[in-house]
DNA sequence: TGTGTTTATCGTAATATTACGATGTAGATT
DNA sequence: AATCTACATCGTAATATTACGATAAACACA
């Protein structure tokens, strides 16, 4: 079907699986270790960084978008993209949450 | 196309995505977190936890499996997975080293 | 106003993912 | 041997993702 049943986990696994979802994407990797680095963040540097298309890039930061990891403001012309600080140390401490558990010795392996 | 273009990012950026994508759907993100909580492991208590067909799941656990998050043994007639912390430990590294990145004071936004 | 520049959106093709019933397989049990 | 149990795999349908050319939209500038 492909369609995942959101409805029936709960909110934070659904929470984390669309943070993950963002990030299992190589180019979107890249555009945030991009917007990490740079003090000045303009599309369409991006597309010159990356190996895809400008309407493929511009696909990829929506979606960056939509979960809130990057905002962008409209800049004359061009749009400035940067990370969102308040959303990006949300998602860190989310991972962070999942890796930290407590991992209970095994009895079988 | 549907089909990444992993070849033009680097070797750090496509891992780092597919870590991400094991982490993408809210049916492994359960299975993982049942896995830390649980003692014991056996891939029937799964398909009865979570909210899919035994098939479904099945396939889940071969996606963690194959990323090496999970490691599964033969134990008679069922199947005994769990974390793989050596692994773990290491996914855990990964997307330390992207949040913990410095984040450059912007001069736009 | 007309023309370029920059980014978003549309349309679409190729491929991947998700889900499940059906079936296969291997060890356990009678 | 026949059967049960537990899990994997196959086949397939529905849907999602990825990518890109074409086009639209918004602004800048001559």
Request: with cysteine; charged share 20%; hydrophobic share 40%.
């Amino acid at each position: 079907m492909g369609v995942t049943k959101t409805e029936n986990f709960t909110e934070a696994q659904n929470q984390l699986a669309s943070l993950a979802k963002a990030l299992a994407h190589p180019a979107r990797v890249a555009i945030l270790q991009y917007l990490l680095k740079q003090q000045t963040c303009i599309c369409g540097d991006l597309v010159e960084v990356l190996p895809l298309a400008q309407a493929t890039v511009s696909q990829h930061l929506k979606e960056l978008k939509s979960v809130g990891l990057i905002k962008g403001e409209i800049e004359g012309t061009s749009v400035c993209y940067c990370i969102n600080e308040a959303v990006w140390e949300q998602a860190k401490n989310t991972l962070l949450k999942l890796f930290t558990l407590p991992i209970n010795t095994k009895k079988c392996c």
